[in-house]
C-alpha cells in the first residue's frame, strides 16, 4: 500500500516569502505529525493531529508556523515571512491512532531560504 | 523534561565487526522506546522497537533491550554489512503524549 507522501520533495525560496507543505497520511491513519529534522537542531517535534481533536502545536518555534489537516487527511505546514534559520528537512508521519503505535514518516520536504 | 541521548559519532567499522550504539533516555513516565534509522538518501525507517521493561526488539540481525534499572536501549548487532550504513536515531513516546523525541542521531559506516 502507499506510504505517507509529502509535497514538494525541495523548495527554495527567498527570505521573507510565504511557503506550504503538504503532507498526505497513510490512508486510515488518525494521527498526523510533523517534525523538522536539520543541522544544529537535530529531529524536532512540531505539531501533531489527532481525529478531531484540537492539535498539539507546543513544539511550533514561532507564530509564523502553522498547520492545518483537511477533514482528517491531508496536512499542509505553513510557513510565513520564511528566514534562513528556517531551512531544514520537513518530515511528516502518520500513526494509525496515538501513543505508543508506529509512526510512518515520509519522505520529507527539503527547505532552503536563501 | 525527557530526553534522549545517543553516544557520539561518526563510528567507523568494519564489515563482520560487532556493533554497539548506546542510547539512555530521562523520562518521568514509562515511555515506549524506538530506534530508527536514516540510509543514504532515503526518509527514516523504524528498526525495532520495544513497549515495556525487559522487552527486547530485533530486526535485520538488530537487537535492543528496554533496560528500566538503566534507563537504557542499547542497539546491537553481531555482525555489521556495508549496507548497514546509515544513521541511527534512538526515540522514546509517551501512551499519553503521541511525539517522538528523538535522540541526536549516530552515523555509522561500515567499510568492505
Known amino acids: 500500500g502507499a506510504g505517507v507522501s509529502q509535497s514538494p520533495s525541495n523548495k527554495v525560496t527567498e527570505k521573507g516569502k510565504d511557503v506550504e507543505l503538504r503532507c498526505d497520511p497513510i490512508?486510515?491513519?488518525?494521527?498526523l505529525y510533523w517534525y523538522r529534522q536539520s543541522l544544529g537542531q537535530g529531529l524536532e517535534f512540531l505539531i501533531y493531529?489527532?481525529?478531531?481533536?484540537?492539535?498539539?502545536k507546543s513544539g511550533l518555534p514561532s507564530d509564523r508556523f502553522s498547520a492545518e489537516r483537511t477533514g482528517g487527511s491531508v496536512s499542509t505546514l505553513t510557513i510565513q515571512r520564511t528566514q534562513q534559520e528556517d531551512s531544514a528537512v520537513y518530515l511528516c508521519?502518520?500513526?494509525?491512532?496515538?501513543?505508543?503505535?508506529?509512526?510512518?514518516f515520509g519522505p520529507g520536504t527539503r527547505l532552503l531560504v536563501l | 523534561g525527557d530526553s534522549v541521548t545517543q553516544m557520539e559519532g561518526p563510528v567507523t567499522l568494519s564489515e563482520e565487526a560487532f556493533l554497539t550504539i548506546n542510547c539512555t533516555y530521562t523520562a518521568t513516565g514509562y515511555p515506549s522506546l524506538f530506534w530508527y534509522v536514516q540510509y543514504p538518501g532515503e526518509g527514516l525507517q523504524l528498526l525495532l522497537k520495544a513497549t515495556k521493561a525487559d522487552d527486547k526488539g530485533s530486526n535485520k540481525g538488530f537487537e535492543a533491550t528496554y533496560r528500566k534499572e538503566t534507563t537504557s536501549f542499547h542497539l546491537e548487532k553481531g555482525s555489521v554489512q556495508v549496507s548497514d550504513s546509515a544513521v541511527y536515531f534512538c526515540a522514546l513516546v509517551y501512551n499519553q503524549g503521541g511525539k517522538l523525541i528523538f535522540g541526536q542521531g549516530t552515523e555509522l559506516s561500515v567499510k568492505p
Open positions: 493531529f489527532q481525529g478531531n481533536s484540537a492539535p498539539d
Open positions: 508521519a502518520s500513526s494509525s491512532r496515538r501513543g505508543q503505535e508506529t509512526q510512518y
Open positions: 490512508s486510515g491513519h488518525t494521527a
